[in-house]
T-cell receptor, first 115, second 108 residues
């Protein structure tokens, strides 16, 4: 079975540019999570969806960040405009358990560098 | 601040030895989970222990949970070089939080 798929795996962009990260969750999973990992702040939950509906976006750092889940098999995380402090590894995870109480399956991550 | 804190931050042992990592948290939980992250990779779910469980085993892994002390431990027995990774505890502390992690180095 395919795991969580993320694209691109690496992204280098310049400050001010729009960045879109993509995620395909495991088929049949009904929860999807976006995380950001940095050395300074560790792993932070940005937003999570249940059945395509955003449940908690309190971790989204600023209005520059937005996430969508138009259907059960696809989600995007957009940063516009990007800033150097957004440089991090962004992970997508999915879960079959619904909500925050089950095992999460992580994608390989997107390493974002904003120059 | 992190809701879960692992201890120690780093641990270096010889292959064959046991490795114990601890996690302390601040609020009540429904369950606590442990994950492993190899360098440059995504996290891998290892084990989930519910708040009404005290101990759980999975292969060479043993997890304990003490809700009165708000702490959990992960024991890896007979460690292997392939166990070298960072290990995180995570829980639904009203919001899903990951701890700061323990970096385990198993020397061959």
């Amino acid at each position: 079975d395919a795991g969580v798929i993320q694209s691109p795996r690496h992204e280098v962009t310049e400050m001010g540019q729009e960045v879109t990260l993509r995620c395909k969750p495991i088929s049949g999973h009904n929860s999807l999570f976006w995380y950001r990992q940095t050395m300074m702040r560790g792993l932070e939950l940005l937003i999570y969806f249940n059945n395509n509906v955003p449940i908690d976006d309190s971790g989204m750092p600023e209005d520059r960040f937005s996430a969508k889940m138009p259907n059960a098999s696809f989600s995007t995380l957009k940063i516009q405009p990007s800033e150097p402090r957004d440089s991090a590894v962004y992970f997508c995870a999915s879960s079959a358990s619904g909500g925050l109480n089950g095992a999460q399956y992580f994608g390989p991550g997107t390493r974002l560098t904003v120059l | 601040s992190q809701q879960g804190e692992e201890d120690p931050q780093a641990l270096s042992i010889q292959e064959g030895e046991n490795a114990t990592m601890n996690c302390s948290y601040k609020t009540s939980i429904n369950n606590l989970q442990w994950y492993r992250q190899n360098s440059g990779r995504g996290l891998v779910h290892l084990i989930l222990i519910r708040s009404n469980e005290r101990e759980k085993h999975s292969g060479r892994l043993r997890v304990t949970l003490d809700t009165s002390k708000k702490s959990s431990s992960l024991l890896i027995t007979a460690s292997r070089a392939a166990d070298t990774a960072s290990y995180f505890c995570a829980g639904n502390f009203n919001k899903f939080y990951f701890g700061s992690g323990t970096k385990l180095n198993v020397k061959p």
